[in-house]
């Protein structure tokens, strides 16, 4: 059974002596309301107040992670609010849009971004809205370069069929085969890769969809089995998926996520809760998967 994490930490090298705290956070709308960004977003969108993004900052250091892939954020500069730039590098996006994928990657460990993944973006030109690229970064991890795509998918198919042909579906299936190409040129390159993000997909093993990112190469669904404690319970929909070499590397029973307090007084957080693991890429023994169960929640600040 895991237990509420510790949030104590020594920092990263670039030749890790412990494991690595990878974590995916959707920070929903997370944007400077003084930036020119905000003048063009929606008015109905979560407005988060300088007390919310000491709190969500106060959430970042709880969290205490070595590598976070974060959706919805708008620019760099907000991301340093809650990962400043003397602990962490911000890498994001290059797509024209209010909302991107990015990844905060804790100094000194070496990272590199490589080209957005474009095709992930399946939105006719013409569409009134175009959909999120994926980052593709490398971040060297001592041992062997770790290949991360951070994403944020088409919402609206959480669990239909893979063959129903209304609303979202159709076009996150098409997100799928984008990743499944990305998938097998990692595999035919011999690489450790990650993908997390917000999937917007209840995956499991068993669901068509991540079947069909099997049928590249053999993967990790590192949350399968569990139940998550965010929002009073619910089904994971952000995940974080392992493949090549660092299927071997996940530190049995590390997967966190990371609740939020009840306060007296209300806050725009998020609607998203951080979901974490563990890699030790100086592991090469494969780990065992977890029995089913209710995931407890990690500790709070």
């Not at 708008?74 to 996006?93: C, N, S, V």
């Amino acid at each position: 059974m895991p237990q509420p994490e510790d949030a104590s930490s020594v920092p990263a090298t670039t030749a890790p002596s412990r494991p690595l705290k990878l974590a995916t956070w959707n920070m929903e709308w997370l944007m400077a309301e003084d930036g020119p960004l905000a003048i063009t977003a929606p008015p109905d969108r979560p407005h988060c107040s300088a007390a919310d993004f000491e709190k969500l900052a106060a959430y970042a250091q709880h969290l205490d992670a070595d590598i976070i892939g974060l959706q919805e954020v708008d620019a760099t500069p907000t991301a340093e609010r809650l990962f400043p730039a003397r602990t962490y590098q911000i890498f994001m996006t290059d797509d024209a849009l209010l909302q991107h994928p990015a990844l905060a990657v804790r100094k000194p460990l070496r990272a590199h971004k490589n080209a957005d993944l474009v095709e992930l973006d399946v939105a006719p030109a013409t569409a009134a809205h175009q959909l999120r690229r994926g980052l593709d970064v490398t971040v060297e991890t001592g041992t062997t370069p770790l290949r991360i795509l951070v994403l944020h998918l088409k919402t609206g198919c959480w669990d239909n069929p893979v063959a129903e042909r209304q609303h979202s579906c159709p076009i996150l299936l098409q997100q799928f085969g984008v990743l499944q190409n990305w998938i097998s040129a990692r595999a035919a390159a011999h690489e450790a890769f990650v993908i997390m993000g917000d999937f917007n997909r209840r995956m499991t093993v068993y669901d068509p969809f991540f079947l069909l990112l099997t049928h590249a190469a053999p993967l990790s669904l590192t949350t399968a089995g569990w139940a998550s404690p965010c929002e009073n319970g619910s089904y994971f929909i952000d995940h974080i998926l392992l493949g090549g070499d660092a299927q071997s590397w996940l530190q049995p029973h590390s997967l966190r996520v990371m609740t939020y307090r009840v306060d007296a007084q209300p806050s725009t957080l998020s609607d998203h809760c951080a979901v974490s693991v563990r890699l030790n890429p100086q592991t090469s023994a494969p780990s065992q998967a977890p029995t089913p169960t209710a995931l407890p929640p990690d500790t709070q600040p």
